[in-house]
């Protein structure tokens, strides 16, 4: 179980002939991931290492059994790579390209919304449903099986929370990472919604960062609809105002989107905020009654 | 990218948008020369990417072209919340009936182009939004469908907009918003939006930011980058293509992901030490990278300690090692470094880092450990200076 991809998974690998592609479609794959095929237009009829590789993703749909997408496919191109995937008949497409630009993402966010289908990223590090399946660009081997789904904007950030539990021999359920660009598919409430409907899951680590309003919304969003326990971390506690670092989200100005604003609201939500990664997992181990080491 | 006013209104410009005749100068003499070519009142106005300009005395009015040079006297050099103006922009004096204001923002929670429209413009609008947001009238755009003109009338009748200049504000608004589209913006903003005595509508100011990840398909705007207003670090960073803030503590911070990097951030404040820079390799970076970031780093005189954040998924700690004792081959490395490697390839990564036997390198097994070493060694070196 865990959300979003798993034993069921059949994954199409876009990009799968490029360096980076084809690296990580045989890295999922080593993993357990079904990757039962890959797209490169003009490419169709060739293999990767026994993938077979097609010329479109509905092909792929149609003649390997795909239903979920990976994308890794240059920004400039990622966008048409997402129309198609939501038109071929996958449920789920992962995006994995950065870059791409903010207007083109906007209308296609919109094209997958009326599609049906669920969108991961962009600019993200994927989706890992422990020791079932890992779909993206995450080193798994760090993650352990486990109850605990952890939503993460930023990807080295989650592998560090997942390392921090496993260290503290707390298993994980899933590891989503949504991305960290203006216009994602899936955004924090998503991930909790999911995350709650799941029943392999039983806690949920939300990990936020400053800039925008979505943690603020997700702090109603758990008020509301969210049973299981919920911690927070967000980074960026100590983040200069008016300065972008990094992600598109992560920009401070004026009274919104600090983190201070965003670790009130979680709080007042009743999700307990750990300071730092080392103090998540602290958190996280405290409330399972797992002994927490000195 | 944020754009300076007049480059933004030459971009305004070209989608139809009314604005005044100008030009740039750099010198009082060049002010001079500008006025004498517009003829006339002329605005000397202060280019920087701040706000608050006008109450900061960087903008002014010149009666004749030697008035125009000894107010750009006054303005070049002036620092406006620590931006220091090196440019002008000389234009037509405008007469002033009335002032409204006009935004569009890129709405990412709502995922549609938002549209602000208000006749108290000249004001800070956040002011207006809090006092009196019965003045603000706002709508989302279908970003399908793009704005339409009903749509931009309903807004004008919703925000009162005068009857005699209802159809010139409405023609505006749709020529901004292709504005906004066709060049990519995440925000443009007029205030004020001008209203002349004789009816003409003009937008008086420009606040114009340009989606980074889209320069590529705007070269002309990529080259609106003022590079020499830059931070040198900042300019010498973004030509290797990494992400790197100035802050002003002594611990240098080197991670991969802005996530992390801002988490790290954070770890050496609460080990009671200063951050003096974010800087984000990104993913997948080479040992060259690694090399040109550390002296970006170094560059930074201030810099006591380094910590080298790094949890490796695309990126390979191997190639992190390989940069740092490239680093400390080529580069004459006075300060202590403290490395945590994790994830892809960390075992070879430390495996590296070890037989190099490097006399300045220091390696830590958890991030909260390396920071408060980071921090310790910053302290103890500024005690011994």
């Known amino acids: 179980m865990g959300v979003l991809v798993g034993k069921d998974t059949r994954l199409v690998v876009s990009g799968i002939t490029g360096r980076e592609g084809s690296f990580h479609a045989l890295n999922n794959r080593k993993y357990g991931t079904n990757v039962v095929a890959g797209v490169t237009p003009g490419k169709g009829g060739q293999d990767v290492e026994g993938i077979p590789v097609f010329n479109t993703i509905a092909d792929s749909v149609k003649e390997a059994g795909a239903n979920t997408s990976m994308l890794f496919v240059p920004p400039r191109f990622a966008v048409d790579a997402i129309y198609e995937a939501a038109d071929s008949g996958v449920e789920v497409i992962i995006c994995i390209t950065e870059g791409i630009p903010a207007h083109d993402m906007l209308l296609a966010y919109h ?3 009326e599609k049906g289908v669920r969108l991961v990223g962009p600019n993200c590090p994927g989706v890992c ?3 079932e399946a890992n779909v993206g660009i995450m080193p798994a081997h760090i993650f352990t099986p486990g109850s605990v789904g952890l939503v993460s904007r930023s990807g080295t950030l989650t592998y560090q929370l997942g390392k921090e539990l496993s260290d503290m021999g707390i298993g994980q359920s899933t590891i989503l990472g949504i991305g960290g660009d203006p216009i994602i598919g899936t955004n924090h409430r998503d991930a909790l919604a999911l995350f709650e409907a799941d029943p392999a899951t039983d806690m949920i680590v939300m990990v936020g960062e400053i800039g925008g309003n979505e943690e603020e919304l997700a702090a109603e969003f758990i008020k509301d609809h969210v049973t299981k326990p919920v911690i927070g971390y967000i980074a960026g506690l100590t983040a200069p105002e008016g300065k972008a670092m990094g992600h598109a989200g992560a920009i401070i100005s004026g009274n919104s989107g600090t983190a201070q604003s965003k670790v009130d609201a979680l709080t007042e939500a009743g999700v307990k905020v750990g300071e730092n990664p080392t103090a998540v997992a602290r958190l996280v181990a405290e409330a399972r009654g797992v002994a927490v080491p000195a | 990218m944020d754009l300076y006013e007049h480059q933004g209104k030459e971009l305004f410009a070209r989608h139809g948008v009314n604005v005044s005749a100008g030009k740039v100068a750099y010198t009082p003499e060049e002010a001079e020369q500008a006025a004498k070519e517009l003829g006339g009142q002329v605005v000397v106005k202060a280019q920087v990417l701040m706000g608050g300009r006008g109450k900061a005395g960087g903008i002014k009015l010149a009666n004749d072209p030697a008035e125009a040079k000894a107010k750009a006297e006054d303005i070049i050099g002036l620092d406006i919340k620590g931006h220091v103006v090196r440019r002008l922009w000389i234009e037509d004096a405008s007469d002033i009936d009335r002032e409204y204001y006009f935004s569009i923002n890129f709405d990412r929670t709502a995922k ?5 429209l208000s006749t108290e413009g000249g004001m800070d609008i956040e002011e207006v939004a809090e006092k009196t947001p ?4 706002t709508m989302h755009v279908d970003p399908v469908w793009g704005l339409r003109a009903f749509e931009a009338r309903q807004l004008a009748f919703q925000a009162n907009i005068d009857a005699d200049v209802r159809n010139k504000v409405v023609a505006m608004m749709l020529q901004l918003y292709d504005a906004f589209v066709k060049e990519d913006a995440m925000l443009v903003e007029v205030n004020p939006l001008l209203i002349t005595p004789d009816g003409e ?3 008086l100011d420009s606040k114009f930011s340009v989606d980074d990840n889209a320069l590529f398909r705007h070269p002309y705007i990529a080259e609106m980058r003022d590079v020499q207003a830059q931070d040198p670090q900042e300019q010498m960073a973004h030509e290797k293509g990494v992400t790197y803030v100035k802050l002003d503590g002594e611990v240098g911070i080197l991670g ?10 954070d770890v050496i404040q609460q080990a009671g030490g200063r951050p003096a820079n974010f800087l984000d390799v990104g993913g997948g970076a080479t040992a060259e990278e690694i090399v040109a970031s550390l002296e970006i780093i170094l560059s930074d005189d201030k810099v006591r300690s380094i910590f080298f954040n790094i949890f490796g998924g695309i990126t390979r700690c191997t190639e992190v090692a390989q940069g ?5 081959e080529q580069l004459d490395v006075q300060v202590p ?3 945590r490697l994790d994830g892809t390839a960390s075992e070879e990564g430390l495996k590296m880092l070890a037989d190099a036997n490097l006399s300045n390198v220091t390696v830590a097994d958890t991030m909260l450990g390396a920071a408060a070493e980071a921090v310790a060694l910053a302290s103890g070196t500024t005690a011994t200076v």
């Open chain 2, 134 to 137: 019965e003045k603000l009238a």
């Open chain 2, 324 to 328: 740092i004792i490239t680093a400390l």
């Open chain 2, 201 to 203: 509508v003009k937008a």
């Open chain 2, 256 to 265: 991969n992901g802005a996530g992390l990097v801002m988490s790290t951030l």
């Open chain 2, 337 to 339: 470094i403290v490395v």
């Open chain 2, 112 to 116: 549609m182009p938002l549209l602000m």
């Open chain 1, 129 to 131: 449903t422990v020791g």
């Open chain 1, 111 to 113: 094209y997958v919304k």
